[in-house]
């Protein structure tokens, strides 16, 4: 789809978007939401290239000005606009990466990842009423959980935040590292809250792609690597308060004194990583300049160890991820592709038969690889991996 005449463009994935320099035709922009959100509230607004989470849309046909969420709303802002400027932008890229060696050291780790432990805590998470931040369905998904990282192994602590006008709590896990001299720390988040957007805080949310799938994978990827020591500090959280504004998240961050911020190597977030949205699996590693490295860590490993489709962003939004970002702190998200296509999340129907184990899996052991890079492994008979990952050593 293009527009005469010498201009820029914007590619989101194989999709390209052409348009007049002079931007008479056409206004284009670049909307960022979750699920269908903008679509939803701005029917009127005509949509020149759809890609699911992120869309071109035309703010001069019919008029249109420039849309705002409404000021006022409980939940987080569920879309982003943005116009695109006159020059040649790609906003998702679908990375071309030769496959790495498939050390046995790996293989044996991601052999430990388990789709029945992952399914068992899909099955309890979902079998909540709700997991609204201020739910007491909440509380006992932070407890089944708490004990789940503490049988892995993790020192795990509760950090209470405020969610508007009521209170929820974070979830921290810590498995120090074995290594001598300065150690870095890596994170692996999600959030373990869930929401039904229609129906209020009281209303049946079962949350099981969002994010029930990205709370168990963290748990599941705890799990493992508990089975292995490790140069670098590991740190499992599972944060509250995310679909009413990045809460646990931004006051986890805000919270971090100096020296632990300069310690923290990489953050992983897990948000929806179940539901097969597209022919073949796909998914998207979203972070920032910042974060490059990781990403590449991160394609790296997808290509060596899963058949999973890469796409690549660097426009962060939404999810816990980006008050990491914002805070200078190298963050990267993995969420199953084309997530927009999900229209079950933020309600009663995001149940667990929405779910498809072997896409979370695949993610899992993309996720699994690229960490073992990240932490180093110290034991006896495992090689050192500090060669194989681009991401720089952090600590303070």
């Known amino acids: ?31 960022t939401q979750v699920g269908r959100s903008f679509q939803v509230q701005h029917p009127e607004v005509p949509v ?42 790609v ?32 099955r309890f998470l979902t079998g909540l009423p709700t997991r609204h931040s201020w739910s007491t369905g909440f509380g006992e998904a932070a407890d089944w959980s708490s004990d789940r990282l503490a049988g892995s192994g993790f020192a ?29 720390v890596v ?13 209020g805080p009281s209303a049946p949310a079962p949350g099981a792609d969002d994010n029930g799938s990205g709370s168990a994978g963290a748990l599941e990827l705890g799990r493992v690597l508990a089975g292995r020591s490790w140069r670098h500090d590991l740190r499992v959280i599972l944060f509250g308060g995310e679909e009413q504004g990045l809460h646990g998240s931004r006051q986890y961050v805000a919270a971090l004194a100096p020296h632990e911020r300069a310690r923290i190597r990489a953050v992983l977030n897990l948000d929806m990583v179940g539901s097969l949205n597209t022919a073949a699996p796909t998914v998207l590693l979203e972070g920032a300049p910042l974060s490059a490295a990781l990403i590449d860590d991160l394609a790296r490993a997808a290509a060596t160890w ?14 816990d991820h980006v008050p990491f970002l914002d805070g200078g702190i190298p963050a990267v998200l993995t969420i199953e592709g084309a997530d927009s296509a999900n229209k079950n999340i933020h309600s009663d129907r995001d149940v667990l038969a929405t779910v498809t184990t072997d896409l979370a899996m695949q993610i899992l052991r993309m996720d ?29």
């Not at 035309?58 to 939940?75: C, F, M, N, T």
Request: hydrophobic share 40%; net charge negative.
């Open 48 to 89: 020149l290239l759809d890609h699911g989470r992120h869309l071109v849309v035309d703010l001069v046909a019919g008029g249109v000005p420039a849309p705002r969420r409404p000021e006022g709303a409980d939940e987080h802002a569920d879309w982003r606009i943005e116009h695109l400027p006159a020059g040649a932008v």
């Open 187 to 199: 994170l692996v988040t999600a959030h373990l809250d869930s929401v039904n957007t229609p129906g």
């Open 306 to 319: 899963t058949g999973l489709a890469v796409e690549t962003s660097l426009n962060p939004f939404a999810s």
């Open 368 to 396: 699994a690889a690229a960490l073992a890079g990240w932490l180093q492994p110290v034991e006896a008979g495992q090689k050192s991996r500090a060669e194989g990952s681009s991401v720089p050593l952090r600590t303070a």
């Open 156 to 184: 795990v602590t509760r950090h209470s935040i405020t969610v508007g006008t009521g209170s929820s709590a974070n979830v921290v896990g810590e498995l120090p590292g074995t290594g001598t001299g300065d150690r870095a």
């Open 91 to 122: 906003v998702v890229d679908r990375p071309s990466v030769e496959a790495g060696p498939a050390d046995d050291d790996t293989a044996g780790l991601l052999a430990g990842l388990s789709p029945q432990s992952f399914d068992e805590s899909m």
């Open 1 to 31: 789809m293009s527009v005469p005449g010498e201009g820029a463009s914007i590619r989101l994935g194989d999709q390209v978007f052409e348009w007049a320099a002079d931007g008479r035709a056409v206004r284009p922009a670049l909307v």
